[in-house]
């Protein structure tokens, strides 16, 4: 800290290093949750951000002072066109790791998937393989795509990604996906108004910026130095090295992010209910579909693609439906 005579935080959580571009536009869901339940189930879904709203909804919660008083909330709202369900794939796990025993896909694929995507060999065989090994799998998960087009966006390829499942033995959850094999879901399948979810997508990019900006450390005063906006020293004569925690400039921006326990305000249909402002959302356009409607701010900018996930610490358990007295929209 230099001949600082009073100590101070930091500047700039070390919790999100390295602040490094995204490696891809399409999240990564590193762990998914482990449910007690009887029937196996999806623990997510996937949707394109669509734009802000606010909701004016009947306060539950009974130890605060506004307990059934409305009360306002900033929401947003995310276009979830269905998902299809292109095939799955077990995994074994052994001292290394996580490891590929097998796939299997559908064979009866939509015009949205290009010819390459083709099943490498027949399903049946694929799934017979699949049954006789279960007792060494540790993990199923399913395969899924979505479609850009069907949310209203120009993106003519699918999105491929897996998605986990949980609930149920192994042999009821292979069961489960082998009579999903081939067909579509919805977001009411998955995720009911009330519950919480987890969201996982990419920020906004803003390119190369400096500590300031990057880092929230002070300028320096005027005409001390010859630069105004750089860190004051870079670290202790010893060690002679530049340390990883010394706020430096670099990307800013296009980085995933995980936000935890969303609650869903609303899954609804545009055809059933009127949630498009007059002209449509600005940068987004008009939702011709299903939409989820989620309590507070999600990452990233309109059109990025959001993967909606079952919580891994839900933080309520009684699950309550929203009393929504009113809900505007505005570009």
């Known amino acids: 800290m230099g001949h600082r005579k009073k100590s101070a935080p930091r500047r700039g959580s070390l919790a999100y290093r390295p602040r490094g571009r995204a490696t891809s536009i399409v999240p990564t869901v590193r762990t998914w949750p482990e449910l007690s339940i009887d ?19 009947i306060d539950d919660r009974e130890k605060t002072p506004n307990f059934g008083k409305p009360v306002f909330n900033p929401a947003t709202i995310i ?13 074994g796990r052994s001292d290394r790791g996580m490891f590929v025993i097998g796939d299997a896909y559908s064979e009866k694929l939509p015009k949205s998937l ?18 006789a090994n279960l007792d060494r799998v540790a993990q199923l998960s399913a395969i ?39 067909k579509e879901i919805v977001i009411g399948d998955v995720v009911k108004p009330g519950t919480y979810v987890d969201v996982i997508s990419v920020s906004k990019g803003k390119g190369i910026e400096g500590p300031v900006t990057r880092f929230g450390i002070k300028r320096k005063q005027a005409k001390s130095r010859k630069s105004v906006r750089a860190v004051a020293t870079l670290g202790p004569w010893h060690p002679a090295a530049v340390m990883y925690t010394v706020p430096r400039a670099g990307q800013m921006g296009y980085h995933q992010r995980v936000e935890y326990n969303k609650r869903v305000l609303s899954v609804s249909n545009s055809k059933e209910t009127v949630i498009n402002p007059k002209g449509g959302f600005a940068d987004f356009g008009i939702i011709d579909g299903d ?11 309109a059109k990025r693609l959001v993967k909606i996930r079952l919580p891994l610490r839900s933080p309520r358990a009684k699950v309550l439906l929203p009393k929504i007295v009113e809900m505007g929209t505005r570009k």
């Open 114 to 131: 290009s010819k390459k995507r083709k099943a490498p060999r027949s399903m049946e065989g694929a799934l017979k393989d699949i049954e």
């Open 79 to 91: 276009s979830t066109p269905p998902i299809f369900v292109y095939g799955m794939r077990a995994y």
């Open 144 to 182: 899924v795509s979505v479609y850009p087009k069907d949310a209203g966006l120009s993106q003519k390829e699918s999105l491929l990604f897996e998605m986990g499942v949980s609930g149920g033995d192994m042999k009821a959850r292979f069961e489960y996906l082998k009579s999903l094999l081939g």
């Open 291 to 301: 939409y989820i409607v989620l309590k507070g701010s999600v990452t990233g900018p």
């Open 39 to 57: 029937k196996p189930s999806l623990l997510g879904f996937a949707g394109f951000k669509a734009g802000s709203t606010h909701v004016i909804t």
